[in-house]
């Protein structure tokens, strides 16, 4: 039996399905996760969606997005039987009392004893739960932390297109040469028409697959649009699917206070010529200076790479919160390797794509550690040039930097009290990925002279093109007048 087929015995034997999207949400889980929503509801069966993260404000147009929990109850009812051959049951009554509930039963006559008294647990909530765009499950937030044992309990359908997939579901259909994880739901779900009959792609699904591949290939700017990416673009126009609301609300809807968020960052990039490195930061202070959240900071990781055409490894700092700093990486060009560098931090991705987390160090502390980190994975490798002449960056440590432990501490033992974020799975080293890859470069290479062709084409139609803005544009510009690509640590 194929993946596909055994994906599709599963959800015709589920009836009440969990979909998981990756937290924080981008527009590809997202699209995915409304996808199957609306899809299940053809197939008049009960889904829930749940993301523990808040939903940016960019993803608040895409079909049924209201119907998103927030928060996950018990995964099943805990009941409390009462045998009543004794005595009648005459009221019931319960009270809370600080962490306790009592429940008072009155008996009409006689009495009942601790005999009758029974526990055991209800139907569980769900008999199936799919996880869409998640690497691991660690990926998956609070719902994964409060509930791990219900991802042992209940059968998971794993589909995703990250590299560094830890194939921690039952089933597992991660296709890494796929631009999105919409892009694997499409013949899936067309699968599922040709065997129930039934039409199930309408407009609001192909609008939710399509946001799905616009917000992982940056409107068809990244280096992960493929034909087939176009192809199956194309295909869910034809099907209804509505760009323009897509490009309107995710790229040309720009806050005031993105703007300047944006322009200070894009102020702040540092540079480490020898080590062809670039990277900038956004602390909890940048934030508050300029009114926004870490909401508002997808896409600037693309604006960086934009602004640094040589560089071989780009980074970007958040702070997320006290002792906790988020880093996107791209590398755009051959050799660095995103998935690489985020792996010696604990973290995963894509080979030009990636993020990873530290924590336990202050903001500067952890900035200088990844930096050299980094560093020495670029000394490390054969063909960094321009070598000789290297010297240290510099970086500005505040007069008060915020952190648990003295800088001597740090000299000492600098990893003493650093924790990296380590996925639950450790993600296995996919077999025949390399080679898929290979096959994959070489079938592109061949049908590289019909592929520039539709690409131009198709291009002119998806793509409007980046204006070249310098920052004071960008602070000066009325919103609308820019867009660019969405993104956060994983796409
Ligand atoms: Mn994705």
New binding site residues.
């Given amino acids: 039996m194929t993946t596909e087929e055994q994906i599709i015995n599963l959800i015709e034997k589920s009836q009440r399905i969990l979909l998981l999207p990756s937290s924080p949400p ?1 527009g ?2 997202l699209g995915s996760a409304l996808a199957f929503y609306l899809l299940f509801k053809k197939l008049g069966k009960d889904s829930t969606v749940i993301c523990a993260d808040p939903i940016p404000d960019t993803f608040k147009f895409l079909p049924t997005i209201d119907s998103i929990s927030r928060n996950f109850g018990g995964a099943e009812d805990f009941i409390v039987t009462l045998d009543c051959t004794s005595a009648e049951v005459d009221t019931i009554k319960y009270e809370v009392e600080q962490n306790k509930v009592n429940i008072i039963i009155t008996p009409k006559k006689g009495k009942f004893g601790d005999k009758d008294v029974s526990f055991h647990y209800g139907e569980a909530k769900y008999d199936l739960i799919i996880t869409v ?1 998640t690497g691991d499950l660690q990926q998956l937030g609070k719902v994964y932390e409060q509930n791990p044992e219900m991802f042992y309990s209940i059968p998971v359908i794993n589909i995703d ?2 590299a560094s997939n830890g194939e921690f579901g039952r089933i597992n259909m991660v296709d890494i040469t796929a631009s ?2 919409t892009e694997i739901l499409i013949p899936l779900f067309e699968k599922l028409e040709a065997k129930t009959g039934l039409k199930l792609i309408d407009a609001d699904i192909a609008t939710l697959l399509l946001a ?1 591949i616009i917000t ?1 290939t940056g409107s068809f700017q990244h280096s992960n649009t493929t034909p087939r990416a176009f192809g199956v673009a194309a295909h869910l126009l034809d099907l209804g699917a509505r760009q323009q609301e897509i490009i309107k609300y995710i790229y040309r809807t720009k806050r005031l206070s993105t703007l300047k968020l944006w322009g200070k960052v894009l102020s702040k990039i540092k540079y480490d010529e020898p080590h062809h490195l670039v990277w900038s930061t956004i602390t909890a202070e940048d934030l508050a200076e300029t009114d926004s959240t870490h909401d508002e900071s997808g896409g600037i990781i693309d604006e960086l790479l934009s602004n640094a055409p040589g560089a071989q490894v780009v980074l970007l700092m958040k702070e997320k919160e006290k002792d906790l700093v988020s880093v996107s990486v791209r590398t755009p060009n051959k050799g660095a390797n995103a998935n690489d560098i985020a792996q010696m931090f604990g973290g995963g991705g894509h080979p030009k794509a990636a993020g990873f987390r530290v924590k336990g160090m202050g903001f500067y502390e952890a900035e200088n550690f990844i930096i050299s980190k980094i560093k020495e994975y670029q000394e490390g490798r054969a063909d960094v040039s321009g070598m000789a002449h290297m010297q240290p960056a510099e970086i500005k440590v505040p007069e008060e930097p915020k952190k648990i432990q003295t800088a001597a501490d740090l000299r000492s033992d600098p990893l003493a009290n650093v924790q990296f974020q380590k996925p639950e799975v450790v993600p296995a080293a996919r077999e025949g990925g390399e080679d898929l890859l290979l096959k994959d470069f070489r079938k592109r290479k061949e049908e590289e002279a019909a592929r520039e062709d539709r690409i131009e084409d198709m291009t002119k139609k998806f793509f409007k093109p980046k204006s070249e803005m310098t920052v004071e544009d960008i602070l000066k510009s009325a919103p609308g007048d820019f867009f660019t690509v969405d993104d956060d640590q ?2």
Avoid: I, L
Wanted: net charge negative.
């Fill in positions: 981008d590809d889980s765009d297109h990250h999105s994880t799905g992982d994983n796409k």
